[in-house]
């Protein structure tokens, strides 16, 4: 497995791998393969902890299958979220594009595959770094709103464009979709979000339903 390794002596660098690091502490980190650690963390989200551990298996699984197709060729990014895939990075070709998809979409228990890979060069070190941070200023402009449950949704940057990932109501989809425009250097901002109900959000946070608001019949 290759791995980045970053060097101490730029001080940008380093302060960019502490806020990546304080981001992933936050959630899941994507499976990264063609230059970058693969693997991630179970957190606190509206999965349940076996799907969570389910969406890890599938990012570990892919990311070994897309290297043997791929034989190391291009920068591939898999995240999968309830068993929905999403791939970002970039590839040499079109036909590796086409089978990159192929092969997530064979892996056990994937439901789906969004292809967001880029037919071009690699990204740089810098670019990737660029990516980094806007993914952090997400995530901090999600806690800092106080109105959005951060750890809700997964954030995933690249080359500019910030992808949301959860199981959210469409008022937190829009509200987060809000935020993260207004993110410096944010180009766009693409959702693929399981939309659900009020009630279903109050089931899973344990709340119970809203009292009743029809008054009571005055007695005869």
């Given at each position: 497995m290759?791995?980045?390794?970053f060097?101490?002596?730029?001080?940008l660098?380093?302060?960019l791998?502490?806020l990546?690091?304080?981001?992933?502490?936050q959630g899941?980190?994507?499976a990264?393969?063609?230059?970058?650690?693969?693997?991630?963390?179970?957190?606190?989200?509206?999965r349940?902890?076996g799907?969570?551990l389910?969406d890890e298996?599938i990012?570990?699984?892919?990311a070994?299958r897309?290297?043997?197709a791929?034989g190391?060729?291009?920068?591939?990014?898999i995240t999968?979220?309830?068993r929905q895939?999403l791939?970002?990075?970039?590839?040499?070709?079109?036909?590796?594009?086409?089978t990159v998809?192929?092969?997530?979409?064979?892996?056990e228990?994937?439901r789906?595959?969004?292809?967001?890979?880029?037919?071009?060069?690699?990204?740089t070190l810098?670019?990737?770094?660029?990516?980094?941070?806007?993914?952090?200023k997400?995530?901090?402009?999600?806690?800092?709103?106080?109105d959005?449950?951060?750890n809700?949704?997964?954030?995933?940057?690249?080359?500019?464009?910030?992808?949301?990932l959860?199981?959210?109501t469409?008022?937190?989809?829009e509200?987060a979709?809000?935020?993260?425009?207004?993110?410096?250097d944010v180009?766009?901002?693409?959702?693929?979000?399981?939309?659900?109900?009020?009630?279903?959000?109050?089931q899973?946070q344990?709340?119970?339903?809203p009292?009743?608001?029809v008054?009571p019949r005055?007695?005869?």
């Open positions: 290759n791995t980045l390794s060097r101490p002596i730029r001080p660098l380093a302060a791998s502490v990546t690091l304080a981001g992933a502490l899941c980190a994507p990264v393969i063609g230059g970058a650690v693969v693997g991630g963390l179970v957190y606190s989200d509206r349940t902890s799907a969570q389910e298996g990012e570990l699984r892919g070994a897309v290297r043997e791929l190391g060729r291009g920068h591939i990014n999968s979220y309830n895939v791939v970002t990075g970039e590839v040499p070709t079109q036909n590796d594009k086409i998809e192929q092969v997530l979409s064979r892996v228990n994937v789906g595959v969004i292809n967001e890979l880029g037919v071009m060069d690699n990204t810098a670019q990737r770094s660029a990516d980094a941070l806007i993914t952090t997400v995530k901090a402009a999600f806690v800092d709103a106080k959005v449950q951060a809700a949704f997964k954030v995933v940057t690249e080359r500019g464009t910030v992808y949301l959860g199981r959210v469409r008022a937190e989809a509200r979709t809000e935020l993260a425009r207004t993110v410096q180009k766009r901002v693409v959702r693929s979000l399981e939309i659900i109900s009020d009630q279903e959000l109050r899973l344990g709340q119970p339903a009292a009743s608001t008054s005055p007695a005869s």
